[in-house]
């Protein structure tokens, strides 16, 4: 990817994003990236490093998660990055966003559960590759909190077969030690599946949220893994 | 003006009135009121917005002090935290609105709270809840937790502020009058502490928000009346939340703020554009012209009054700073949020109502905003004297202390809230740096700071019940000292005062009590009254029989750490710590969880509570926290000494052997030295080389300590000195089997 003009990362705020300034905080704040906030009307995206598309609850979620910030204007600008070959990270309702724009297969469907979920979960790392996850390597064991009530990934068994084939699924939920086992499976998610990428690799989604934890003060350090793989890449990129 | 029918003097009581308050509104108008005018009169002096029975009491309550940014009289309260930054605070009660429709009730009672907060021009960070229950063997308390569990989650969880803290008390007593408490807490720049007044006259007042319509009609006086089986027809006083609306109204707000373009503000909450506009032109001295016609309406055919006293949620109230109009509409705009002017600020000082061009209402701001105010009788129930004077020597010693620990840990009020806050986004803005369940206190760092905020919520009822006045103080120095196990210095307090009905007596003693015992330790441990809310007629009329709630005057505490990295928990953290028990309570069995849960009766007098030893104890962990000499604390409370010792095991996944100190002098010493319960008493875990600076700090202070034990293995030993009859010796597996499977499948 070759910036004409280096912005920084984009964190796209919908109405109803709570995650933004997470993550804004932590990819600024905490590990010294250049952010841009860009709101929901934008339309163009080039220049950028990175796109992030944050957790919350993108106009409500009314409807369904991420459905209608599927049809705001930067989602065209977003694909337009997409298709250039830039990263794009969907968290938690940005994962739910970019399977409801189609630029990642599936969708998430709520909880076996019924309910809302906040807690620590383990992640098994299934793939080990720019520009997500560098940082680690596969079988790598990663503590991260989740928050969501339609987090369950589910995709048509063909689907599920070619991520699978074509090692596109990013993250599986696991426990401490690495198990994928149905107890550490925390919405019910086909497969275990918590992250995926698209078949190119640069757009992402996972449902844990890496922006909660980079700081040894809240508890957590494995965030920086994902988020400082893509800050290798993209500053690489931009120096 | 209309012609003034006569003969509403005899539907006064229609109006929420007393034929009494509407001579006082003839008095106060010079005339007759019409049916607008006496229908807003009854809400603004009804008890929920007017505080007739409560003011003469909360004025005695000590309101200054060296942090108080802003005390009792605004949308909320502020303290200073230091580094030019304040926190504002309050607590709100959604009780009946929750007994009828509890998803709803608590959803929309979680928003006003908030809006409350952002009224006052600072970001909510944190929301705490303090929720009270029946029996959870009972299907409709189950269904009323369920669902409000599922409000408060629903609602935090999309506006995207984390819920960090609580606490839920289980009793009969709440079977049909459920208490939902929430408290918010918002973070501001001093400089940006925004008032809810209306300003100059010529000021333009600006409607943003959601659309009213007849949701929540009559609120205020609904909140003001007992509940029958009659409420149920009240549903639709019962608000809908959109959390979608208040987050664009927050992030609205707040930006208007930044830029300068407000000169007040305030919430539409009880009693809806009634209270807002008058409270507004009260503060200031001034009057309004309000142009119903102006009025974004959600429905066709509302009256005046319908408009004027709609609850519909996720409304604010602007004053636009003059010069700045077309920029703040402008900017609502970009949000998507419907505005509208809808006043003008006048020197008339009356509110005035205006339909067509005609004025349909006038009535003076000062009328509506100083209600009469009554002093009643109050005289203590017999049957609470009885219960408080009960002998309890003829309740036998227990047979298995191991079996009767087990049995506390799973008594709701003391069992594992896991299922509860895990339906709870606890983190979202990243500063909760002490989770739910974690400690005694929720602490949030505050960005760009060193400075932690710590926060909780807290009330015995049932010692509020037995004894109001040492009941109610208790509340406040619980609260004290769950925030000095955290490390934090405690700053504030706001108090939500959940009570019956106060024309009955009973009802009135505790209340004028309960107010007296919170001045009363407030005033030792120095945590002035910032703000609060009253919800009396909690209680439940079927024919004859009232059935009121224990009296619960829930205190909301906020609390500094200056150096957020030196705090404590209540979890043990390494084997081979020394337990120590600090502080000089003596315990009891008097209205203890043991006597409840064990022997099944509400009796005796709460423990003594020694206001000076408590804030010895306190300042001296909050001083061995702030020093690194400690990071694991946890005070002694329901339960006594060894459910405190269990829940620090339990939360630290790691077993210890104590032995506790013995009792002489009770027939039943065994059981006070394990499960009596106490004020001023807090243990700490310390490395064995920390020993020496704990018991130095303690004897500067003059503050007891006593060595237990040490945390060791994975079991639970617990023996009192001397009695070898009580030695529990548990694997803690067991203990948090019992301690979890409580609130497991309790909720839908």
Request: with cysteine; aromatic share 4%.
């Amino acid at each position: 990817m070759r910036p004409t003009t280096n912005k920084g990362i984009a964190v796209v705020s919908f109405p109803g994003s709570n995650c933004d300034d997470d993550a804004r905080h932590a990819l600024q704040s905490v590990l010294g990236a250049p952010v841009r906030m860009v709101w929901h009307d934008e339309t163009d995206l080039s220049g950028y490093l990175a796109v992030v598309l944050p957790g919350g609850f993108s106009f409500g979620d009314y409807l369904r998660g991420g459905a209608l910030a599927a049809q705001s204007p930067v989602m065209a600008a977003v694909r337009d990055f997409a298709r250039g070959g830039g990263p794009v990270l969907g968290i938690c309702n940005g994962f739910q966003v970019l399977t409801e724009a189609g630029l990642l297969p599936g969708q998430l469907a709520r909880n076996t559960s019924l309910g809302f979920v906040c807690r620590d979960v383990h992640l098994k790392v299934e793939r080990s590759a720019a520009p997500f996850t560098t940082r680690t390597q596969v079988g790598t064991v990663l503590r991260l909190p989740v928050a969501h009530g339609e987090g369950a990934y589910f995709a048509a068994d063909e689907t599920l077969d070619r991520l699978e084939g074509e090692g596109l699924v990013a993250f599986r939920y696991c426990d401490a030690s690495g198990a994928v086992v149905p107890e550490a499976n925390v919405n019910g998610a086909a497969r275990s599946i918590a992250g995926i990428v698209n078949a190119r690799g640069n757009v992402m989604g996972m449902m844990p949220h890496p922006e909660r934890a980079v700081e040894p003060l809240l508890g957590y350090g494995d965030g920086n893994l994902v988020l400082g793989s893509l800050l290798d890449q993209v500053m690489a990129a931009a120096a | 003006m209309p012609d003034l029918k006569t003969g509403l003097r005899d539907s006064a009581s229609a109006f929420g009135l007393t034929t009494a308050e509407f001579d006082e509104v003839v008095l106060r108008l010079g005339r007759e009121p019409n049916a607008v005018e006496a229908g807003v009169f009854g809400a603004l002096w009804s008890e929920h917005c007017g505080y007739k029975n409560s003011r003469p009491l909360l004025r005695q309550l000590p309101t200054q002090g060296p942090a108080v940014l802003q005390g009792p009289g605004e949308n909320a309260g502020v303290v200073d935290i230091g580094e030019g930054l304040g926190v504002a605070f309050k607590m709100e009660s959604h009780n009946h609105p929750s007994a009828v429709e509890p998803v709803q009730g608590a959803a929309t009672g979680v928003g006003g709270i908030l809006r409350d907060i952002f009224a006052m021009g600072a970001r909510p960070f944190a929301v705490l809840d303090s929720l009270r229950f029946g029996e959870l063997t009972s299907p409709r308390s189950r269904h009323l937790l369920s669902g409000v569990v599922a409000g408060i989650a629903s609602y935090g969880n999309a506006v995207g502020v984390p819920t960090v803290g609580g606490e839920v008390e289980v009793n009969a007593c709440f079977e049909e009058n459920p208490l939902v408490n929430v408290m918010a807490l918002g973070l501001l720049r001093h400089s940006d502490l925004q008032r809810g007044t209306v300003g100059e006259v010529g000021n333009r007042l600006l409607y943003v928000g959601s659309r009213t319509g007849r949701d929540g009609l009559g609120g205020a006086v609904f909140a003001s009346a007992d509940l029958s089986v009659a409420s149920e027809a009240d549903r639709p006083a019962v608000q809908v939340g959109d959390p979608f609306m208040e987050k664009s109204l927050l992030e609205a707000c707040l930006e208007a703020y930044a830029r300068d373009l407000v000169a007040g503000v305030q919430d539409m909450g009880a009693a809806g554009l009634a209270s807002s506009v008058a409270e507004m032109a009260h503060r200031a001295g001034k009057g309004v012209d309000l142009d119903l016609d102006a009025v974004p309406r959600r429905e066709a055919g509302m009256t005046p009054l319908e408009v004027m006293l709609s609850e519909s949620q996720e409304r604010m109230m602007l004053t636009a700073r003059p010069g700045r109009e077309e920029e703040l509409l402008a900017l609502f705009a970009h949000y998507g949020l419907e505005a509208a002017w809808v006043g003008v600020v006048r020197d008339h000082g009356e509110l005035r109502l205006l339909v067509g061009g005609d004025v349909v209402a006038a009535m003076p701001v000062a009328a509506l905003n100083q209600p009469p105010e009554y002093v009643r009788e109050g005289r203590e129930d017999d049957i609470v004297v009885a219960a408080r004077q009960r002998d309890l020597a003829e309740f036998p010693a227990v047979d298995d202390p191991a079996g009767a620990l087990l049995t506390l840990l799973a008594a709701p009020t003391i069992a594992s809230k896991e299922p509860v806050y895990r339906r709870y986004d606890h983190q979202v803005m990243t500063n909760t740096v002490v989770l739910p369940g974690a400690a005694d206190a929720a602490v949030m760092r505050v960005k760009g700071t060193g400075l932690g905020v710590a926060a909780t919520v807290d009330c015995n009822s049932r010692y509020v019940y037995l004894s109001p006045r040492l009941g109610a103080a208790h509340a406040v120095a619980e609260a004290a000292r769950n925030l000095s196990c955290v490390g934090a210095e405690p700053l504030g307090v706001t108090d939500n005062l959940n009570f019956g009905n106060p024309t009955d007596p009973g009802v009135y003693h505790q209340l004028s009590e309960a107010v007296q015992g919170i001045r009363e330790a407030c005033l030792a441990l120095g945590t002035p009254v910032t703000g609060g809310n009253v919800s009396l007629y909690n209680q439940y009329v079927e024919g004859d029989v009232t059935r009121a709630v224990h009296p619960t005057p829930t205190i909301g505490m906020v609390g500094v750490l200056r150096d957020v990295s030196h705090r404590a928990t209540q979890g043990l953290k390494r084997r081979g710590d020394v337990l120590l028990l600090l502080g000089a309570g003596a315990p009891s069995l008097g209205a203890s969880e043991l006597l409840f849960r064990h022997h099944g009766v509400e009796a005796g007098t709460p423990p003594e509570l020694d206001l000076r030893a408590e804030a010895a104890v306190q300042r001296v962990v909050r001083r061995l926290i702030a020093g690194g000499a400690c990071d694991t604390a946890h005070d002694v409370s329901t339960g006594g000494l060894a459910v405190c010792l269990a829940e620090m095991a339990m939360t630290g996944g790691m077993g210890l052997t104590a032995s506790a100190p013995a009792m002489t002098g009770h027939e039943a010493g065994r059981d006070v030295a394990l499960f009596g319960e106490s004020s001023a008493r807090i243990v700490v875990a310390v490395v064995p080389e920390d020993v020496k600076t704990v018991l130095d700090a303690c004897r500067e202070d003059g503050v007891p300590a006593i060595r237990l034990g040490a945390s060791a293995g994975d079991r639970f030993r617990l023996v009192v000195q001397g009695r070898e009859d009580s030695a529990i010796d548990v694997a803690v597996e067991e203990m948090l089997a019992a301690w979890r499977a409580t609130f497991e499948g309790a909720l839908g």
